[in-house]
């Protein structure tokens, strides 16, 4: 029952800036902590940012560190990332997750491309 809907990806030039949304559903939102995760082709999933319940505590990534914002709407059950400052590096299919019950759940992906 546990659903993660992400959107706000697609292609943008170095310099530029998205925000990712995700929707999440299925489960207690507010009692959760929620992660960001990105994926390039060829490399391992990697840690972006993560949020606690109401947003009173956040850690990045030391690569998007300065750069992006993590940010939740618990009265939405959304979760959010602003991405500033964009880079090719930052390139990737960009996840929220969820640990509910000891088992972590994924939302279908959001493409993120960045190039000129």
């Known amino acids: 029952q546990v659903q993660l809907v992400e959107s706000g990806g697609g292609l943008v030039q170095p310099g530029g800036s998205l925000r990712l949304s995700c929707a999440a559903s299925?489960?207690?939102?507010?009692?959760?902590?929620m992660t960001w995760v990105r994926q390039a082709p060829g490399k391992e999933r990697e840690f972006v940012a993560t949020i606690d319940w109401s947003g009173g505590y956040t850690n990045y990534a030391d690569s998007v560190k300065g750069r992006f914002t993590i940010s939740r709407d618990n009265a939405k059950n959304a979760v959010y990332l602003q991405m500033n400052s964009l880079n090719p590096e930052d390139t990737a299919v960009y996840y929220c997750k969820v640990a509910v019950v000891g088992r972590e759940y994924w939302g279908q992906g959001t493409q993120v491309t960045v190039s000129s």
């Open positions: 299925g489960f207690t939102f507010s009692n959760y902590y």
